[in-house]
Each structure stands twice: as C-alpha cells, then as structure tokens.
C-alpha cells in the first residue's frame, strides 16, 4: 500500500507545495528548518488540515481532492504519534491503546485483550495499569505507538516521535522503534530534526525547506551529496555554490577555488571541516586553494574547535583545541585558509 500526494496549502503568509511519494514497507523522514512546513504536511495528510489543490491518496483511495473530497480524520486509517504522546490523562496505559479499537466497536474485553497484546509486545505490558503520569518518558512513547498501532493502520505518522527524551532513553526507543518499523507494512513518514533518527531508521530522506521539496532520496546519497545549506549544515560539511569550468569554480560569493576535476557547469561542491587547514602565515607547499581572512567566530564542540572564517571565504575548519591555542585564535583574528584541491569534491546543480 503507497501513499501518494501533491498538494498545496495556502496559510496566509506560508504556503506549502509538496510532491511525494512513500512506498509502503518503507520509512521516509521529512528533515527540515523550523517553519518549513514539516508538520503542516503530517496534519494534510492525517486529515486535520484540508488541502487547498491537488490530491492526496493511500492504496489508489482518494483522501482529499478539493472540492469533491475529504475524508474525516477518523475515518483515514491512519495511525499518528506525537512528539508529546498526547495520552488520555484520566485512562490507564491499557485503556489509553484499547480506546481506538473501541471507537471502532470493538467490545470491551476484546479491545483490552488486544491492547494487553501490544503492549507486552512493545515492552510496556508491566505498567498496562498505571495512568500516563506514572510512566517514563520512553513508556509513554511506547504506549503511544502501541495506540498508533492498534487499530492497524494502512499508513503510520511519527512527530518528532524521540524530540522529548533523554539520550539514554532515546538510544533505547529508537532501536525498538527500528524493529517495529521494520515490521509495518504500510508507508511510515517520519518528521525529525536529528540525522541521526533519519540514518537509523529511514529507507529514504526529504528535506523540506520553506514549503518546497530541497532534495530527496536515500539517506546515503542526501548525505553525500547535499543540495542545500540547510543539509550541509546538518550533517556538518562545507557546501559551495557556483560554476565551474573543469579546473576551477567561482563560487556564488565570488570565491575562485581550484578542483582537480569537476563537471562544467553549475555545480555544489563540499568540503570537509577536517580537510581546511589553518595558518598564521601564508602556507608554502602544495595546496592550490589558499586565501586569507579572518575568524568570524568559534564553535567549542566536545574535544573539537570548529572555526568560521569570515566572508566571501565562510569556509568552517574543525581542529584541536591545542591546535586553536597554538594558533591563538579569536574572533577577528587574521590568518590563512588553505585546502587541496583534490579535498574539493563537485558534483552538478
């Protein structure tokens, strides 16, 4: 069972138009800024926003296609974890998964059985009696993908399903959502901000950026070959912008940077952190590439110095903190950026 839509949603000053697919047995995660529509397209297609134009389906049956269209949330199949689990406060953890499969006029004792049966098989089944604000953060997850689940849903939405927990407890959910996913048939879509979510459990990626697709496909490939800033940033790279002759590229700030090789035309280039070297002087020796500026500012992140050499150059460099000492690095600081050519890899806009 596919879920296919192409929709647009007009919201005042934000507007989103998105084309996708998502095949079923398959994760995809939606990665995006904030305010780049990622969970205004989960309410599109679990019913609580209606669409302005286009359609949305799952299994060849249309879901809403104005003005003829709209089928009732409750009546989509369509199983959705939040981020904050959205619990019922007054039901127990056992009420709180039968509650779907009782809307749906399973008897009582059927739809508790059934309840009982997922969530032992999700590992919660030990607190099946204690209300939500008895549970840990990951029980409470838990038990809000064993109620997604329950009523077997054709398609699964997760937001930001581990934004709320602890890295301990994350670790752990999300190895066991992994296996639970792995396990449903139907699409799955998965709205994150982590990377890290994405690669552990996405089949394939979509980023979204101010309400349009950026670039999509398997996590591997998005990864190492990014097509915006916002994915370079994310997972912690150099992305150029500009055009290349073959042997060279001017970017789109008007930095000329050397290449070993790389196709006419526009083109992304990155570069690693690690492959940007510093200097208090201007570097003798091989590397092509060497321009002078200054620090824009200083990133201490764990046992590493990330350093953002100032415009038209705003290349980030990633050294040791004795290394920044040895260079006596500060905002404003004066020193020279070099990379090898061959460190440069380009690939077609």
Request: charged share 20%; aromatic share 2%.
């Amino acid at each position: 069972m596919n879920l296919h839509l192409d929709i647009a949603v007009d919201l005042g000053t934000f507007d989103l138009a998105v084309a996708l697919g998502a095949a079923g047995g398959a994760v995809t995660a939606v990665l995006g800024p904030n305010g780049a529509g990622k969970s205004t397209l989960l309410r599109c297609i679990a019913g609580s926003l209606a669409i302005d134009r286009g359609t949305i389906s799952l299994g060849g049956r249309v879901l809403d296609a104005p003005p003829t269209t709209f089928v009732r949330p409750e009546h989509r199949a369509i199983g959705v974890v939040h981020q904050d689990h959205l619990l019922f406060p007054h039901l127990s953890a056992l009420d709180n998964v039968a509650f779907g499969l009782r809307s749906r006029g399973v008897r009582r004792a059927a739809a508790r059985d059934g309840a009982r049966e997922l969530l032992d098989r999700l590992g919660v089944g030990s607190v099946a009696s204690s209300p939500p604000t008895e549970l840990s953060g990951g029980q409470a997850q838990r038990v809000a993908l064993a109620r997604a689940l329950a009523t077997e849903p054709d398609a699964l939405l997760l937001d930001e399903p581990l934004a709320a927990l602890d890295a301990a407890t994350r670790i752990e959910v999300r190895r066991d959502l992994r296996r639970h996913l792995a396990e449903f048939a139907g699409p799955a879509i998965l709205v994150t901000h982590d990377p890290v979510d994405a690669l552990a459990l996405a089949d394939e990626v979509v980023v979204l950026e101010a309400g349009r697709v950026a670039q999509r496909g398997p996590i591997g490939e998005v990864t190492s070959e990014p097509r915006s800033r916002y994915v370079a940033d994310l997972i912690g790279t150099n992305l150029l912008v500009g055009t290349a002759d073959g042997t060279s590229l001017t970017t789109d700030r008007g930095l000329v940077v050397a290449l070993a090789e790389a196709p006419r035309g526009p083109v992304f280039a990155t570069i690693a952190p690690a492959a940007v070297a510093l200097h208090r002087r201007e570097p003798e020796g091989s590397p092509r590439n060497r321009w002078r500026t200054t620090v824009a500012h200083l990133d201490r992140l764990g046992d590493r110095v990330r350093v953002h050499a100032a415009l038209p150059v705003g290349l980030v460099a990633e050294i040791t903190p004795a290394s920044a000492a040895d260079l006596a690095l500060a905002e404003g600081s004066e020193l020279w950026v070099s990379v090898k050519a061959t460190e440069v890899v380009a690939y077609p806009r």
